[in-house]
């Protein structure tokens, strides 16, 4: 059974800084395409980056664009979201996705608040 859960989320001021965590259990996230995704009150669901299941290609919605950073780390089985200079308009809950033989999987979530 695939589990992905998120983790790192908080309170932060304007212009602070987030690590988002997405840790997988009972299976290894090594080769796989992951993405990070947000949904905010109000709005429809964003995806906000991706890596390649090569961790060549990285991608990223224009808003996120140089502030944002998406890494693999195989020996901990999680991908990160290195998220700086955060702004008001980031507040949302975080999701990992896996898309893995037709299925979606996805986290609980972790809640992003940029806020003074």
């Known amino acids: 059974q695939v589990q992905l859960v998120e983790s790192g989320g908080g309170l932060v001021q304007p212009g602070g800084s987030l690590r988002l965590s997405c840790a997988a259990s009972?299976?290894?996230?090594?080769?796989?395409?992951i993405g990070w995704f947000r949904h905010a009150p109000g709005k429809e669901r964003e995806g906000v980056a991706c890596?390649?299941?090569?961790?060549?290609?990285?991608d990223y919605t224009d808003s996120v664009k140089g502030r944002f950073t998406i890494s693999r780390d195989n020996a901990k089985n999680t991908v990160s979201l290195q998220m700086n200079s955060l702004k008001p308009e980031d507040t949302a809950v975080y999701y990992c996705?896996?898309?893995?033989?037709?299925?979606?999987?996805w986290g609980q979530g972790t809640q992003v608040t940029v806020s003074s």
């Open positions: 996705n896996l898309e893995l033989f037709g299925r979606s999987y």
């Open positions: 009972g299976f290894s996230l090594n080769g796989y395409h």
């Open positions: 890596i390649s299941s090569s961790d060549v290609y990285t």
